[in-house]
């Protein structure tokens, strides 16, 4: 069973970039997707980001919601079982807890009905000057 662990978060000024790290232990990521999640105070937990399947040969493309599309770009390192959230020209708006999901069946973005078993414990990301 796959454990996920975020890190990279912190303070950062408005403007500014950080990259979270998502690690996999205990299974490979190499054959799923995972998506990207924040959750700020007060509010629903939103998915920001998705990083498919890059195993198999067929290209499934990222996705990124509305609130991130241009600023943050998700990619994967397999070698290291990890995904990655590069963000960037951080606001504000942005500070939140963010985590990282995946599901054993899960392997491009557009899949409907993903019951994400397998988070992570979050990483705080607070953007302030």
């Known amino acids: 069973q796959v454990q996920l662990a975020e890190s990279g978060g912190g303070l950062v000024q408005p403007g500014g970039s950080l990259r979270l790290s998502c690690e996999a232990s205990?299974?490979?990521?190499?054959?799923?997707?995972v998506r990207w999640f924040r959750q700020a105070p007060g509010k629903e937990r939103e998915a920001i980001a998705c990083?498919?399947?890059?195993?198999?040969?067929?290209?499934?493309?990222?996705s990124y919601s509305d609130a991130v599309k241009g600023r943050f770009t998700a990619s994967r390192d397999n070698s290291k079982n990890t995904v990655y959230l590069q963000m960037r020209s951080l606001k504000p708006e942005d500070t939140a807890v963010y985590y990282c999901?995946?599901?054993?069946?899960?392997?491009?973005?557009?899949?409907?009905?993903?019951?994400?078993?397998?988070w992570g414990q979050g990483t705080q990301v607070t953007v302030s000057s």
């Open positions: 205990g299974s490979t990521l190499d054959y799923v997707a």
């Open positions: 999901a995946t599901d054993p069946g899960f392997y491009k973005c557009d899949q409907e009905y993903i019951n994400y078993p397998h």
């Open positions: 990083s498919p399947t890059t195993t198999g040969g067929t290209y499934y493309p990222d």
